[in-house]
């Protein structure tokens, strides 16, 4: 066997940057984990945590979940990679009619990376955990070469537990049901743009990042009967309606003049050509209701705060299973499901 | 409102390509998920699950943990990212004393990436998780333009229950407590490093690369009393005997004449000046375990296919909470902790 290796020394690089041996198991990375990942999670560095954590029992059925989040740039009006990461996750799992108790963090970083945009993300994400209640119990941290990845990639994953009652689900959509929104949509996806592009929008587009976690308790507590819940993420609200119209095999109308956009949505729309239905959103979701449950929703919904623009924007009909839009002058038009996004990186 | 845009019209790309608008949440997205991801996982491809999943009850405490994947390259002998993401996972929950039950994956695709590639590793995931009775029940893909991410990164998280008796932690090693390693050591390490520099090694070395969860339940099987068990990633054998050291305080002394290395290893160690000990496993653990259960232990981990080399390589001493090599002719050297890796990207 050779002689051991003396210790690697450190690559000629000033101290406030992420370095590839940051991610390679060795001490740096446990200075790394001490020093800069830890505390900032709400962690004692001086018990660095084992790779698997035990939890408590659940108490009801476990859901799980998980997303990637590779948003660009990594700070935009409204939120910023890590309070996404957090609040993506909680959604999913609040929409499924679950509470979020726990998260995982998986980052992969690229060499070079400031540690203080490591350090803001990092404690934006314990801001956002904290304000659901949740838990950041679990992580791992890569490094690679310039290069390799754009900068910072985040993937959460969440653990919660059903909460009776749940959704019924998308395929007991009833003919007659009621269609809402929690908020404007499309703020997030037309944030993103403006400030990647640098768009001189005055004031920026801020996006709507932010939990649901409350929005979905408030549905449950006030008796609702919830058919469907879903954030409007990729796809926007478009992409929800054709999963439901498929699921449920009747037709979801949608009244243009009654979706809730923020005049900083509709002039940016209008002036690029995006359809604020099609545009992604982050803390905004679609609901089905009971039709006599429909007031009561959207009361629960505009106590619960940043959902005060909640509005019921159409209704089930029996016909094909498809999504309609009713134009202003009412003439009734199929809703084109996207291909794709208009634009990458928004999540 | 603007009119609605058309059908994204398709790139002139061809169609064995990932796009970036199949990470977009429209109708591509389906058909990805559909058509290439969702059968290869053994899910009924019609029907696309849910963002979250509802599980049903974990029978002992529920066991969390997570890692990110960026191993380059992608294939190499003894295995492939997807099969490290599975067996990477698995094991930690292994060591930790859990049984696994179901992953999440999450990936970022690089646009270009043929789905050729997608399709290898999904089908190693596949075949991975089956052989360990794990289901892979979640899911996220993003696709990134390229030049933002190498390739192909993976995040799988595991949720597995925690079964009875579990390793009692590195705090409880005791003095006399022997020291075992499963199998040979720095098989993945410096397999990943002849694979990516196409070393002109005759036969290439292979990685190790395979599932804990049979050994860690055979030591449980067996009755013996474990302290603490690890799969030694990044920073191999070194790594762990460090932190151990630090957790319980005693000395933690390795024979290197006892520290069993295939030939292939040694011989690109002895070429490159590495130690073995510092080099990655992905399928190799260590284990504390107490004097009189060692040969119990031995004898229940070389039952289990892969572990005939199980080799007890040293033993607990008290003095102060350092790891000690004992070199061929019996002098003793504290054993330095790398402050990094040899090489980044390995798993």
Not at 289 to 318: C, F, M, Q, T
Request: hydrophobic share 45%; net charge negative.
């Amino acid at each position: 066997m050779p002689r051991m290796p003396l210790e690697c020394p450190l690559p000629n690089e000033p101290d406030d940057r992420v370095l590839l041996a940051h991610g390679e198991g060795g001490g740096l990375m446990r200075r790394l984990l001490a020093e800069h990942i830890l505390p900032r999670l709400g962690h004692d560095p001086s018990l660095p945590p084992d790779d698997a954590v035990v939890l408590p029992p659940i108490n009801g059925l476990p859901v799980l979940t998980t997303d990637a989040f590779v948003v660009s740039p990594l700070f935009f009006p409204g939120g910023d990679i890590g309070s996404l990461a957090v609040y993506g996750t909680i959604n999913d799992l609040a929409v499924r009619g679950a509470q979020p108790l726990w998260l995982t963090l998986s980052m992969v970083l690229e060499e070079g990376l400031p540690l203080s945009v490591l350090h803001r993300v990092l404690e934006s994400m314990a801001s956002a955990a904290k304000r659901c209640g949740v838990r950041i119990v679990a992580g791992d941290t890569k490094v690679v070469p310039r290069g390799s990845v754009d900068g910072l990639f985040l993937t959460t994953t969440g653990l919660g537990r059903l909460v009776d009652p749940a959704p019924t689900g998308s395929a007991t959509i009833e003919i007659g049901d009621v269609l809402l929104v929690s908020g404007p949509v499309g703020r997030h996806g037309v944030a993103i743009l403006v400030a990647r592009e640098q768009m001189p929008f005055d004031p920026p587009p801020t996006s709507d990042c932010g939990p649901l976690w409350e929005a979905t308790a408030a549905l449950r507590t006030a008796g609702v009967r919830v058919r469907a819940l879903r954030d409007a993420t990729r796809g926007g609200v478009t992409a929800v309606l054709h999963e439901w119209a498929r699921d449920c095999g009747h037709t979801l109308v949608i009244d243009e003049a009654r979706v809730p956009v923020t005049p900083e949505v509709r002039g940016v729309c209008e002036l690029l050509g995006f359809d604020p239905l099609a545009v992604a959103n982050e803390g905004t979701m679609v609901a089905a209701v009971a039709a006599e449950d429909a007031e009561a929703a959207l009361a629960a919904l505009r106590r619960v705060p940043g959902h005060d623009a909640a509005a019921a924007i159409g209704e089930v009909r029996a016909r094909k299973s498809i999504p309609v839009l009713k134009r202003a002058l009412g003439r009734e038009h199929p809703l084109v499901e996207p291909s794709g996004a208009p634009f990458p990186r928004i999540c």
